[in-house]
């Protein structure tokens, strides 16, 4: 079992920056690609941003590219979230996910984190 545990979401005006982390543990932490998901009222969870186990492959949606940047550190069990230039519409709850490969559908994801709340005003 590998458990997964966000922290780092909270209340930012828009144009600022939150840097969301997710510690691992349990089971090994090796081969397993990492992701961010979010979700907002109302909507789907989607996929923000996803990194392969080495950190050499990563995915960004479109709506967060140049803007968020996803990152790991395997020696720690750590994987990151740098958010800039935050927008309203970014406000949702981030979900840490891990899965044997790099996935784009959430229902490939074995492991979930429990969510932090990000909220953008305006």
């Known amino acids: 079992q590998v458990q997964l545990v966000e922290s780092g979401g909270g209340l930012v005006q828009a144009g600022g920056s939150l840097r969301l982390s997710c510690e691992v543990s349990g089971r090994t932490f090796r081969g397993y690609a990492m992701a961010w998901f979010r979700q907002a009222p109302g909507k789907e969870r989607e996929l923000v941003a996803a990194i392969s186990w080495s950190g050499g492959s990563t995915y960004y949606a479109d709506s967060v590219k140049g803007r968020f940047t996803i990152s790991r550190d395997n020696a720690k069990n750590m994987v990151y979230l740098q958010m800039n230039s935050l927008k309203p519409e970014d406000t949702a709850v981030y979900y840490c996910?891990?899965?044997?490969?790099?996935?784009?559908?959430?229902?490939?994801?074995?492991?979930w984190g429990q969510g932090t709340q990000v909220t953008v005003s305006s």
């Open positions: 996910a891990a899965a044997s490969k790099m996935e784009y559908d959430a229902t490939h994801y074995d492991f």
